[in-house]
């Protein structure tokens, strides 16, 4: 499913997608970069993911079109090797309560945090 619009919302940090049925979908770019479809954050096999944290301000610096199929958006903290197919972004926005509370799980497993780490030398 392709949408007919896109929009980087910087300030409030989501993905805006309005498709031709008139459904629209608002992505936090949060939830976009823990669950990157790149290797980095996946892993190469069951078992492999990486825990992404500190990303709750992160935001999206560019985007770039993969043919007619996708997106490879430039995250601030300069992730880019995810490759976004429009039914994996449809997939995060319609799944995205779910797919929140696996990650929030996930972090409190770890005993770790969405907000970024204090520079060091500094609590």
Avoid: C
């Amino acid at each position: 499913m392709t949408p007919q619009e896109m929009v980087v919302h910087q300030n409030s940090r989501v993905l805006a997608l309005r498709y031709a049925d008139g459904t629209e979908l608002n992505i936090p770019i949060e939830l976009m970069r823990v669950y990157s479809p790149s290797a980095e954050v996946r892993g190469h096999g069951p078992g492999q993911e990486v825990l992404q944290t500190g990303k709750r301000e992160v935001t999206i610096v560019s985007v770039q079109p993969v043919g007619n199929y996708a997106i490879q958006p430039t995250f601030s903290d300069g992730h880019d090797s995810g490759l976004y197919s429009w039914d994996y972004l449809h997939h995060l926005g319609r799944e995205q309560t779910r797919l929140w509370q696996d990650y929030e799980a996930r972090l409190a497993a770890a005993g770790a945090s969405r907000d970024p780490s204090a520079p060091k030398g500094q609590p």
